[in-house]
């Protein structure tokens, strides 16, 4: 069994900064792929930033330049830094982890995966 625990999210005015942080706790977390997901209201699930167990990256078109996927593998840990954030960033952020298609493409290709409850995210203009 995997869990993940999302903090770091919060208020924040356009232009500014947020750090999120995602435990995670399994024995083989190094070898996960890991991903960051939003959900706006009114809005589907959306896909933020992949980060596969090569190391390699993924982001959606509008997130790229302003944040960054990483992950600490002493610490059972990712993070998303998020910069020059904007009102349409607004949305809870989702940590997520796929224990079986470990690496690009098929990572989170489907639905058996796991998830975290979440941390708001809110931006102002």
């Known amino acids: 069994q995997v869990q993940l625990v999302e903090s770091g999210g919060g208020s924040v005015q356009a232009g500014g900064s947020l750090r999120l942080s995602c435990a995670v706790s399994?024995?083989?977390?190094?070898?996960?792929?890991m991903g960051w997901f939003r959900q706006a209201p009114g809005k589907e699930r959306e896909e933020v930033a992949l980060l596969d167990s090569d190391g390699r990256t993924r982001y959606t078109d509008s997130v790229k330049g302003r944040f960054t996927i990483s992950r600490d593998n002493a610490k059972n840990t990712l993070y998303l830094q998020m910069d020059s954030l904007k009102p349409e960033d607004t949305a809870m952020y989702y940590c997520?982890?796929?224990?079986?298609?470990?690496?690009?493409?098929?990572?989170?290709?489907?639905?058996?995966?796991?998830w975290g409850q979440g941390t708001q995210v809110t931006v102002s203009s």
């Open positions: 399994g024995y083989a977390y190094s070898s996960y792929c």
């Open positions: 997520a982890a796929d224990t079986g298609w470990v690496r690009f493409p098929r990572c989170f290709s489907d639905d058996d995966n796991y």
